[in-house]
């Protein structure tokens, strides 16, 4: 939690600006005590049914955010053979981790099976090849596209017809011939309909079409309403009440229950909403540039480190922790990459001085994740703040972690 003090920053007592000092910029923060607590607030917001979390750890996936969700009680939802060997790393069990890739082969999809996760398939080429292998030595889950669309971002929606995620839900009758035909055993019901999901209307209206599948499936014992609730990026956004949200989930999902003969399992697999908040990306102001319609704050980064705001059109609210006490002025924040990397445009900000120390909030989901070396830039350091102490969890690269894997052709050296 970011609170300020006078003229100072600090989250959970330790101050920001001695982070700079300590470890340099551009740097990544994540409160952990924050992270467990959005944890046990989602774990709670679902009264009188069999619970699990998998937290989707494509969100944030550094080692130490892994272990202090497992210790809070997750399981892991993983979209790549890599990430399932990292939460095995973490200390997860392979009971507690489900597989979701999309458009892998099926040699990617043996090799979760060889490592005993829980595997969910969604196209029905994968589920007719995993038939012919493993025929019903394998239960696995089902992720169906229910053709209903989230809120928010075109790029966060995955539920739309023309989405490449799951198996449409008009496809049923395909399935059933595919699983006759093969032995398959179908043990969960998966979907996932996007992000930024305000109210229970869009999960409940996607439940209906998943529970009347279900009746085609004797052998369930859960099944994954993946998330997308919404966490507010700047004042005034309105977030999902997931308390409510919650509420009425477990209603109908008892209901369900009741008619279908046994009680099941209900999954969800959270990122952004556990770890977005969570976050916080510290760069220092390289140069003040003053054009005919704009002044640019260039900084020690760019969308190599943090790609939402180009990528998504993302909003992340920027404050000049150095002088917070300045006049407010226009900004225009840009990256120092060879690219178009604004990170917002016309914002208002403490007067900014080469030097200064800018603070993003909202950092915490999609950030380091998805960084990369483009412009041949390193990518930062993380640190995790936990019981009042900050402790480095991963160091800032170096040039020998940039040409690590190159192989040099000796009839070509100098």
């Not at 998998?54 to 550094?62: M, T, V």
């Not at 060997?85 to 489900?98: M, V």
């Not at 999954?267 to 969570?278: R, T, Y």
């Not at 603070?359 to 915490?364: E, Q």
Request: charge should be negative.
């Amino acid at each position: 939690m970011l609170v300020r003090e006078g003229n100072d920053f600090f989250v959970r007592g330790v101050r920001l600006l001695d982070l700079c000092e300590q470890f340099d910029t551009p740097l990544y923060i994540y409160d952990g005590h924050s992270i467990v607590d959005q944890y046990n607030r989602l774990a709670q917001a679902f009264p009188g049914v069999k619970l699990k979390l998998k937290y989707a750890c494509k969100a944030l996936n550094n080692v130490n955010i892994l272990r202090l969700l497992r210790g809070a009680g997750s399981g892991l939802d993983t979209v790549s053979i890599q990430e399932v060997h990292l939460g095995l790393r973490a200390g997860f069990t392979p009971d507690q981790i489900i597989f979701t890739p999309n458009g892998v082969s099926i040699d990617e999809i043996l090799s979760a099976v060889d490592l005993g996760v829980q595997i969910n398939i969604d196209n029905i080429s994968i589920l007719e090849q995993f038939g012919h292998r493993l025929g019903s030595r394998v239960p696995v889950c089902l992720r169906l596209n229910p053709h209903i669309v989230a809120g928010g971002n075109k790029n966060i929606q995955t539920g739309h017809i023309d989405s490449k995620f799951g198996i449409s839900i008009h496809q049923l009758r395909h399935v059933q011939r595919v699983l006759q035909s093969t032995g398959v055993v179908v043990n969960g019901l998966h979907m996932h309909t996007g992000s930024d999901i305000l109210d229970a209307g869009v999960f409940l209206r996607a439940a209906e079409l998943l529970f009347d599948a279900a009746a085609q499936f004797p052998d369930l014992t859960f099944m994954d309403f993946g998330s997308g609730f919404k966490v507010a990026y700047k004042e005034g956004d309105v977030v999902t009440n997931i308390e409510q949200l919650g509420a009425e989930v477990s209603a109908a999902f008892q209901e369900f229950c009741e008619s279908y003969g046994r009680e099941l399992e209900l999954w969800f697999e959270p990122g952004k909403f556990i770890v977005s908040e969570a976050g916080y990306f510290l760069v220092r102001a390289n140069v003040i540039k003053h054009t005919t319609a704009t002044v640019f704050i260039g900084v020690d980064s760019g969308q190599n480190h943090l790609l939402r705001p180009m990528f998504y059109d993302a909003y992340h609210e920027i404050l000049n922790i150095s002088y917070p006490q300045g006049i407010e002025r226009i900004y225009t924040v840009v990256g120092n990459i060879c690219e178009t990397d604004t990170f917002g445009w016309d914002r208002r900000i403490n007067e900014v001085n080469e030097g200064d120390i800018l603070l993003f909030k909202n950092a915490g989901a999609y950030g380091f994740t998805m960084s990369s070396n483009y412009n041949a830039r390193f990518r930062p350091a993380e640190v995790l703040i936990w019981e009042g102490q900050a402790h480095l969890i991963r160091k800032r690269e170096t040039l020998e972690d940039l040409v690590r894997n190159e192989v040099e052709l000796d009839f070509l050296r100098p």
